[in-house]
């Protein structure tokens, strides 16, 4: 299973990017799909997952009513939209995919395959 990660780069503080996320190499559908980011010097957090599995969209507080997950529905890829990004923002982006349905889908350690990160630079 690959999860390759594109869309990050170099934006000013208020401008917009969009991640996609790709998958391939599996022949079983993921329960989730997430994307979580990791600034230097700081742990690994979460940030986004959408709604398959029946699920509703989760989104961490920092990014709430900024950043949009969307999902296709071949569950093949995931996407993030954000919107009004901010210096803390920086990071690299990482996408997250779990075979198996969990009640703890902001939890980086429910998901067994990773991409590779992009990174998002947002100066002041």
């Known amino acids: 299973v690959q999860l390759q990660a594109s869309g990050g780069g170099l934006v000013q503080a208020g401008g917009s990017l969009r991640l996609s996320c790709a998958a391939s190499?599996?022949?079983?559908?993921?329960?989730?799909m997430a994307w979580f980011r990791q600034a230097p010097g700081k742990k690994r957090e979460f940030v986004a997952t959408?709604?398959?599995?029946?699920?509703?969209?989760l989104y961490a507080d920092s990014v709430k009513g900024r950043f949009t997950i969307s999902e296709d529905n071949a569950r093949n890829a995931i996407f993030l939209q954000m919107n009004s990004l901010r210096t803390e923002d920086t990071a690299v982006y990482y996408c997250a995919a779990a075979r198996q349905s969990s009640w703890y889908r902001d939890r980086a350690d429910e998901y067994d395959y990773w991409g590779q990160g992009t990174q998002v630079t947002v100066s002041s």
């Open positions: 190499g599996h022949s079983f559908n993921f329960a989730h």
């Open positions: 959408g709604t398959w599995s029946g699920n509703s969209a």
